[in-house]
């Protein structure tokens, strides 16, 4: 199977690293930025670096894992191009936007919408894990748009690195994941800014960071072009999340000034319930 990857940061190139490992795979490699292609073949990532056009003749499978504003401009193109076999998988974090632009394309049963839930705070080739995605779950929506071929040949490819695929629905994704994902990142990017602005006046503030602020912020360090282009196209849900986040922590501040200690406990004890989700 000749595999190309279109887009070589965290997420192509971790899936680069791994389907290049298995036999009778070969994996070409994308990327408009020469550094990353560079560091992607230092790195051996992919067998070949070629070009988008190169790739949309050459392969068997292409997987996209640009950011999705660049993922929506890209997909319909390479449907465009592509012979009546391959198989175009993009791996966006949101599905909504990507799924309308091709909705009426005469290829769409070729494609096949996924979003692969894993991933750290680091971006480019270098930030490439090898099974980084063992394990963990993946997204595919519209199911029924991609033909079975489409859909048999993704979840082979999600399979064998590790992937467990469940389905659902853009929209419906789009909403899970302003609330379990790009919520949490925002979060992290505000108290970023938050402790920055304190510390421009008090400077031993970093040298008491603990493991709980680490946690906590470590999402701030995640690639701005990336979550620009998450928030942007989510932003509809990714609001909706954020105004219940902004009235609970509304309600916090408030008992904390008031030194309402039990409806500070409340809050917490409620909060706790997480841990029936999360064990």
Known sequence: MRVGVVG???????IARDLKSQ?????????????????????????????????????????VATPV???????????DTVGPQTVVIDVGSTKSDICDKVKNHPN??????????????FSGPEAAL??????AKNIICEKDKSSDRALEIALKVFESI??????????????????VSHLSHVTSFSLGLTVL???????????LASTGFRSTSRLAKSNPQTWKAIFGRNRKYLGEALDGYIKTLSEFR????ENDVERMEELMTEANDIKRILN
């Open 108 to 121: 769409r049963h070729q494609f096949v919408a996924a979003h692969p839930l894993a991933g750290t705070e």
């Open 130 to 135: 090898k099974g980084l995605f063992q394990n």
């Open 197 to 207: 602005d304190i510390e421009k006046d008090e400077k031993q503030i970093f040298n």
């Open 162 to 179: 590790g992937m467990n695929t469940l389905f659902m629905s853009a929209e419906e994704h789009d909403r899970h994941l302003a609330y």
């Open 254 to 257: 408030d008992a904390i000034k």
């Open 23 to 63: 036999i009778n795979v070969t994996v070409y490699g994308v990327d408009k930025n020469e550094t990353h292609t560079e560091q992607a073949k230092e790195l051996g990532l992919v067998h070949e670096i070629i070009s988008i056009g190169e790739v949309t003749l050459d392969a068997d499978v292409i997987i």
């Open 69 to 79: 504003d660049v993922i929506e401009r890209l997909i319909p193109q390479i449907l």
């Open 8 to 14: 070589l940061g965290l997420i192509g190139g971790s």
